[in-house]
């Protein structure tokens, strides 16, 4: 079984920054690829940024991209999203999600494994 722990969020103002970070443990997989999503109220979780275990090619969502920085730290089993120049329009709980391919999904069907969530509030 795959356990996902998520940590880092909080209440910011717009403008400001907040790292947020994913950690593994369970099984580990030689090569897997990890996702961050984010849900509000009455809306579908959405995907927002994604990265090969192995090579760290990354992908983002149009809004973040330019804003957010996905990371992974290997031999700790973590990804980590750092969020700068915050938006109120990005408030959302926040997950991280691993799925059992190299590849980088945008769906949430993608995904095998899921944390708890971590919520975000940018306050304008």
């Known amino acids: 079984q795959v356990q996902l722990v998520e940590s880092g969020g909080g209440l910011v103002q717009a403008g400001g920054s907040l790292r947020l970070s994913c950690a593994v443990s369970g099984r580990t997989f030689s090569t897997y690829a990890m996702g961050w999503f984010r849900q509000t109220p009455g809306k579908e979780r959405e995907f927002v940024a994604g990265?090969?275990?192995?090579?760290?090619?990354?992908y983002y969502t149009d809004s973040v991209n330019g804003r957010f920085t996905i990371s992974r730290d290997n031999a700790k089993n973590t990804v980590y999203l750092q969020m700068n120049s915050l938006k109120p329009e990005d408030t959302a709980v926040y997950y991280c999600?691993?799925?059992?391919?190299?590849?980088?999904?945008?769906?949430?069907?993608?995904?095998?494994?899921w944390g708890q969530g971590t919520q975000v509030t940018v306050s304008s």
């Open positions: 999600a691993v799925r059992l391919n190299y590849a980088v999904g945008r769906d949430v069907a993608d995904y095998d494994y």
């Open positions: 990265i090969r275990w192995s090579g760290g090619t990354t």
